[in-house]
């Protein structure tokens, strides 16, 4: 097919996924890399010299926004906010290269299919929270009852916690406590489910792993936590490698060593986590201020040639998409509704705006070919359970006009713009956030893409949004939005359901129907736990997504991390298990960064 001329703005800013979700928290796959990313880079690097003692690492988080200030796992709510808290924060869980629960970190886990029980049981006895308070499997258990009380207000409230007996009941305040989780003793619970599901042995899965201290959360009502100083300060207590020593509002964030952590005190006196924004960070570097960043591809120009540092890149594990407003989140059921009379609600016009999309030519003219398009709502990085043969939103515009036509949405007027199918006027509102210039330009070329198929599709309030505010009015469902675009960090665990289950608040589009949940059932049976099966039903679910595209992946590709030649050793593998490149084992060879 023959493509039409492109008329992209100059852009030489960066990409910078400011990803809303189960945000990654580490780096990304090195084995998910070299099957499915077009990479320019190595996965690990080693710089020359001998390591000394101590030292402060500088971090740049690059975002065009503050970051909100949340650095506890079970409230933050975005890639940034979770960036930080996993430094202070830990997981009760490691994992292995290929995404599987591995029973060494904090606590071992032990299944039981036919009985419905997961048997989890602390590795060590002597455990300590930073403020050296003994950790013990209470914390584990409060932090499962604080997600599950009614005023809990994070995201984290789905089908990972419904799933234990007893939780609706407790939820709904029918109840002091929940049935399903059994105290065997200070290091050991037992918890019970309603069904067993497949991604219980994964990262990230269907096995809560978040841990919150007791002693401290048992004294602040629930509802007022995310303004609390053990939220959003230096008072934050955690079982992570580090703490943290200061905060600049929206700006950076100290961190000290731990001396408490259970691995042994980091190797680093220090990290200092910084928001630098994507048109800045090419000089920054060059400066020698910062000592890691994730580089933005629409600057791959720019910085390819520094020599003071090294670049390491792997298939990041997110996804640039555009979403359709198809319902609300109704809060009294706790559950997605969605609006057969919504704007979007004809599945031709949906697919017809995908059609209309060129990906590919965006990655190439704005992000140098590090982002590419995709052809699954499940990533090449889930490389057990993608489908490389699914069919995507490739660009046809042909087809989309086709769609429309068929559809009934046709120009009555003769203006060269559809109406709607009874003839009124049809205005498409669409939202997208402030990240950068290639954003920038990549939104007005959205636009100019949508006009040729015959769509008067308008910005909504005439630009873009800044990213928080972005994000409060797609979850708040502000129905003055129709169409927008934003993006994911997808995780470890490719199970649809806490993305776009019924019950999901992830679940942006709002759209739910019996085909789909009848998918998510299948994927979350123990039917799945055979891996044919489970392979079988990922394929149905990535075909059912492309034919209802309630969502349309857009961008993925390379994450780019631009690593100082004074640290000793990094690499992007995402196991937490023997990890050599957490930032409590890295290593400067310097005080001063290289320039």
């Known amino acids: 097919m023959k493509k039409k001329s492109l008329v992209f703005l100059s852009a030489a800013a960066a990409l910078t996924l400011a990803a809303c979700g189960t945000a990654d928290k580490s780096n990304t796959s090195s084995e998910a890399s070299k099957a499915s990313s077009k990479s320019k880079f190595n996965s690990e690097v080693t710089h020359e010299g001998t390591a000394i003692k101590g030292g402060t690492l500088k971090y740049a988080l690059v975002v065009a926004s503050p970051f909100s200030g949340i650095f506890i796992d079970e409230l933050a709510s975005n890639s940034v906010d979770s960036t930080i808290a996993s430094q202070v924060d830990q997981s009760m869980f490691e994992y292995d290269e290929n995404r599987k629960l591995t029973n060494t970190g904090l606590a071992s886990i032990e299944l039981d299919v036919e009985g419905k029980t997961a048997t989890i049981t602390l590795n060590a006895k002597d455990y300590k929270w930073s403020d050296g308070q003994p950790f013990t499997i209470d914390d584990y258990i409060f932090a499962i009852e604080a997600i599950g009380n009614k005023d809990y207000t994070g995201s984290r409230y789905n089908d990972r916690y419904t799933n234990i007996v007893g939780m609706k009941d407790f939820h709904e305040g029918k109840s002091d406590k929940i049935s399903g989780v059994e105290k065997v003793d200070d290091y050991t619970v037992k918890l019970h489910f309603e069904k067993m599901l497949p991604s219980m042995q994964l990262a990230g899965g269907a096995i809560p792993a978040y841990t919150m201290p007791k002693h401290i ?108 407003h198809l319902g609300k989140y109704d809060k009294a059921q706790g559950k997605n509704v969605t609006d057969p009379n919504a704007k979007m609600a004809d599945v031709n016009l949906r697919q017809a705006m995908g059609y209309a999309l060129d990906i590919d030519a965006a990655g190439e003219n704005l992000y140098n070919g590090l982002n590419y398009g995709t052809n699954s709502i499940i990533l090449p990085f889930f490389k ?161 997504a492309k034919d209802q595209a309630f969502l349309i992946p857009t961008l993925v590709g390379d994450s780019v991390t631009a690593v100082n030649k004074r640290v000793k050793y990094y690499d992007t593998s995402i196991a937490t298990k023997d990890s050599k490149a957490q930032l409590y084992q890295l290593e400067v060879t310097s005080d001063t960064a290289a320039k």
């Open 217 to 324: 959360f048992k004294d602040i009502p629930v509802k007022e936590w995310e303004q609390s100083e053990y939220v959003r300060g230096s008072k934050v207590v955690g079982l992570g490698a580090f703490t943290i020593e200061s905060v600049v509002a929206g700006e950076s964030v100290t961190l000290k060593a731990n001396e408490y952590y259970y691995k042994g005190r980091p190797k680093l006196d220090k990290v200092v986590m910084q928001v630098v924004s994507p048109d800045a960070i090419v000089s920054e570097l060059k400066a020698g201020n910062y000592d890691i960043a994730t580089m933005p591809s629409a600057q791959y120009e720019a910085f390819k040639d520094l020599t003071n540092v090294t670049y390491v890149s792997s298939f990041a594990p997110s996804y640039e998409y555009i979403a359709f």
């Open 384 to 544: 057990d359970v993608y489908n490389k043969e699914q069919e995507g939103f490739t660009y046809n515009p042909e087809k989309a006009k086709q769609l429309l036509d068929e559809a009934g949405y046709k120009d009555v007027d003769g203006d060269g713009l559809r109406e709607n199918k009874d003839g009124s006027k049809l205005q498409i509102n669409f939202a997208a956030r402030t990240r950068d210039a290639a954003n920038e330009s990549l939104v007005q070329q959205y636009l100019l893409w949508w006009k040729e198929i015959g769509l008067d599709v308008q910005l909504y309030t005439g630009r873009t949004i800044e990213s928080n505010n972005f994000y409060e009015k797609v979850q708040s469902d502000d129905p003055e939005i129709d169409v927008f675009s934003a993006g994911w960090g997808v995780g470890y665990d490719p199970n649809p359901a806490n993305l776009f289950g019924e019950t999901a608040k992830f679940n942006f589009s709002r759209y739910v129907n019996e085909k789909g949940t009848e998918i998510i059932k299948k994927i979350a049976s123990t039917e799945a736990f055979d891996e044919a099966k489970n392979v079988e039903f990922y394929k149905e679910w990535q075909a059912y």
